[in-house]
Each structure stands twice: as structure tokens, then as C-alpha cells.
């Protein structure tokens, strides 16, 4: 582990120490480690136009808007290759919150966003996407004469 020194103004730092303590932190390393990681966890989700990852798309939307239920399930639909699971939740007789596990390329998963998230009566929502890598490895079951290979598919978390 490397040590290091930083200046900050005193105003700053206390509004640092202020979040630290809002957030349950017990020491500033771990603050400002986490503060790094998620910089340049979002510079990286910025830049990459060709990554993987997952995502969770959280939307809250007025499910009397004409045919907007209609259009939400669809794009899911459409976009069945990236959703992994819906959760529904009434809020109150007319509002629902949407919450949307994703897996897939970067780019798709925030054009599927950017699409549900403009749709008229959708009034709330946000993507929260963490870039992974995909691992493909050859897989196969049984004896050599009857048994069958295949690929495995899985996503490995970036940190």
C-alpha cells in the first residue's frame, strides 16, 4: 500500500469529514479510495464505447400515462438480450418504480436507458452501470464418446 500526502482546504475537508460521518465511513483512506475508484470507474464507462458490464436502470414513471406500461414492457422486449431481471414496486394508485438489472455492451445497455428514460411519463431515473470484462471458457461434460462441450460465459467485475 502506498502512502501519500495531500493538501486541502480546510472548508473542503470538512465537508469531506461531514460526508464521511453521514456515510458510516470510520477512517478518510477508505473515503477517499472510494471516491478514486468511483472516478475512475465512470471515466472509464465514459470513454468505452466497446466494454461490457452490468447495469441497473431505476425509473419511476406515472403508469396512467397512455399505453406507457405498454412501451416500457416492450423496449424490455426488445432488449431482451440485456435484461436480466425487473422488479415492480406501487408507489401510490398511479406511480410505479422500476428497477431494471442489465448485463451486456456498455453502449446498448445506455441506448436501452437513454430510450426508456425518454419516454413521456417516465419522471424520474437513473443509470448506475459498473464496466466488467467477459471471460469465455470451453466447458465439457462426460466421457469422451458421449459427453458434449459448450462455452461458459461469465462477467468478471473490474475494480
Known amino acids: 500500500m502506498t502512502r501519500v500526502t495531500v493538501s486541502i482546504e480546510d ?63 416492450s423496449a424490455q422486449h426488445e432488449h431482451h438480450d440485456l435484461t436480466v431481471s425487473t422488479v415492480h414496486f406501487h408507489i401510490d394508485h398511479d406511480t410505479c418504480l422500476e428497477s431494471v438489472t442489465l448485463r451486456g455492451k456498455l453502449a446498448d445497455i445506455r441506448r436501452f436507458a437513454d430510450q426508456v428514460l425518454a419516454q413521456p411519463g417516465v419522471r424520474h431515473g437513473q443509470l448506475y452501470s459498473v464496466p466488467g470484462e467477459l471471460h469465455v471458457e470451453a466447458h465439457h461434460h462426460g466421457d469422451d464418446d458421449h459427453g458434449h462441450a459448450h462455452r461458459h460465459e461469465h462477467l468478471k467485475i473490474t475494480t
Not at 479510495?33 to 464507462?45: A, F, G, S
Open 11 to 73: 472548508d473542503l475537508m470538512e465537508a469531506f469529514d461531514a460526508f464521511l460521518e453521514h456515510r458510516g465511513y470510520t477512517n478518510r483512506s477508505e473515503g477517499f479510495r472510494d471516491l478514486i475508484r468511483e472516478k475512475l470507474q465512470n471515466t472509464k464507462l465514459d470513454e468505452d464505447t466497446c466494454g461490457v458490464g452490468i447495469a441497473v436502470l431505476n425509473y419511476v414513471y406515472d403508469h396512467e400515462e397512455r399505453m406507457l406500461a405498454s412501451r416500457l414492457m
